[in-house]
């Protein structure tokens, strides 16, 4: 899997809780309830994000948001991030199981 640039990272404007993040197509890997990708940095369980994934035959942004419910790893090797899906639209969820079959 690739590593994440982090210059992609930036607060999300209309809540200082919420992680924004842009991840580049092959960054992460889509689960069937989630998504995995490498983070430099430990995120919080619990936390919530606002992730914006390039699909990676289309190069369109899919947008939504989710939980992270795993973050392993270490500060010299970075953190295998888990997030469950939160309140995702038809269309998202349309974009993100096309994407998982892609990937198989």
Same mark, same amino acid.
């Given at each position: 899997?690739?590593?994440?640039?982090?210059?992609?990272?930036?607060?999300?404007?209309?809540?200082?809780?919420?992680?924004?993040?842009?991840?580049?197509?092959?960054? $992460?890997?889509?689960?069937?309830?989630?998504?995995?990708?490498?983070?430099?940095?430990?995120?919080?369980?619990?936390?919530?994000?606002?992730?914006?994934?390039?699909?990676?035959?289309?190069?369109?942004?899919?947008?939504?948001?989710?939980?992270?419910?795993?973050?392993?790893?270490?500060?010299?090797?970075? $953190?295998?991030?888990?997030?469950?899906?939160?309140?995702?639209?038809?269309?998202?969820?349309?974009?993100? $199981?096309?994407? $998982?079959?892609?990937?198989?």
């Amino acid at each position: 899997m690739a590593r994440l640039d982090k210059s992609y990272s930036s607060p999300d404007s209309n809540n200082e809780d919420v992680v924004t993040q842009l991840l580049p197509a092959n960054s $992460y890997k889509i689960r069937e309830a989630g998504l995995e990708f490498f983070s430099e940095r430990k995120v919080e369980l619990y936390t919530e994000m606002h992730l914006q994934v390039e699909h990676p035959e289309t190069k369109k942004i899919v947008d939504f948001k989710g939980v992270v419910v795993g973050c392993t790893g270490n500060k010299q090797q970075g $953190y295998q991030v888990s997030l469950a899906y939160t309140n995702i639209t038809k269309e998202v969820q349309f974009a993100l $199981y096309e994407m $998982y079959w892609a990937q198989m």
